[in-house]
């Protein structure tokens, strides 16, 4: 049982798992009000039984970020609890949608910019009027290292994080003269239900696909790829983030976040290419197949 309530709420959306839920235990052991939010109220049972076991004041109200309803409810609700005063929200719902991007719909793109992009939008709207109102408030915003570095495959989750860098960048600056501030985490891979979650393009999903060589690389340096198992790096960096008096922009944080994210805009274009084509294994054009009009061979 906490013996010091903090004053202070933060509304955290995706919650069921992974980052979200570490970051609603974090604050829900720090004694402030926790908006754990999340899409199927049911999800949420054991996240409000640990709260309630540990006398946080934290409860998960359904919010889906697709949903403009469903937004608004959920925080007018929040503000009505906490009398218009919200001091963080942490936007870290999203998904991770794959595959090539000739075999992408434009539908299945839609929808991974509708969750990771616009619904980054929807619910920070949502909250900015009352947080101009105070002249105080900080958005913390689960960017990426995909939004720094491009991998083939990766093409979709890539298009949203890479507008999520552009749309905080110019968000900060509008917001500046209200006192509110935003930030944006930039984690590198960590082991969260993202990746049992993650989402291929269906036209990929078959042997018969002219990407499947690609993919199989792509699956096999995926599988390589070393992800950190604790979060608490990114828990501390998103408690930095949402508590300092003048957060920073970009927080990179995790396994070669810094080194690669960093570290990319100094590499020149053609290098970057050389490099990920011996990765993937693509470093030569398939040779032309007279018998075959299918465009899509040329990789
Ligand atoms: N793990 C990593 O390596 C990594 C690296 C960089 C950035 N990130 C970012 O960190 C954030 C959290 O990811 P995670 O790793 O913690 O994965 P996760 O465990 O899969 O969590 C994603 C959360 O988002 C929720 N969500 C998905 N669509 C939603 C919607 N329409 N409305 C509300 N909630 C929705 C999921 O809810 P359901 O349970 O209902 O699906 C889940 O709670 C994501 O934005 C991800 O892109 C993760």
């Given at each position: 049982m906490n013996a010091v309530h903090d004053p202070r709420s933060i509304l955290i959306t995706g919650s069921s798992s992974g980052i979200g839920r570490a970051t609603a235990e974090r604050f829900g052991a720090r004694g402030w009000r926790v908006?754990?939010?999340?899409?199927?109220?049911?999800?949420?049972a054991p996240l409000r039984e640990l709260g309630a076991r540990k006398g946080w004041r934290l409860t998960t109200p359904e919010l889906d970020v697709t949903r403009d309803d469903s937004v608004a409810a959920a925080v007018a609700e929040v503000l009505r609890q906490t009398d218009g005063r919200l001091d963080v929200l942490v936007n870290n719902a999203g998904y991770y949608a794959y595959g090539p991007l000739e075999e992408t719909s434009p539908d299945e793109l839609r929808a991974q910019l509708e969750t990771n992009v616009v619904g980054v939008h929807r619910v920070t709207r949502a909250v900015l009027p009352a947080m101009r109102a105070r002249r105080a408030g900080t958005v913390v915003t689960l960017g990426s290292l995909s939004g720094r570095v491009a991998l083939p495959m990766v093409g979709p989750y890539h298009a949203s994080k890479w507008a999520l860098e552009g749309m905080i960048e110019a968000w900060r600056l509008e917001l500046h003269p209200f006192g509110v501030r935003m930030a944006l985490i930039e984690p590198g891979p960590f082991a969260t239900p993202l990746y049992a979650n993650e989402r291929i393009a269906a036209a990929a999903?078959?042997?018969?696909?002219?990407?499947a060589d690609l993919l199989a690389s792509y699956r096999r340096e995926a599988a390589r790829l070393g992800r950190a198992h604790d979060l608490t790096p990114l828990v501390d960096a998103i408690e930095r983030a949402a508590t300092a008096e003048n957060p920073r922009l970009r927080w990179p944080v995790g396994p070669?976040?810094?080194s690669a994210g960093r570290l990319r805009p100094f590499v020149p274009d053609r290098l970057y290419e050389w490099i990920m084509r011996i990765a993937f294994r693509t470093r030569r054009p398939l040779p032309p197949d007279p018998s075959r009009t299918d465009a899509s061979l040329r990789l």
């Open positions: 908006f754990a939010s999340l899409r199927r109220p049911d999800a949420g999903d078959r042997a018969e696909s002219p990407y070669t976040s810094f």
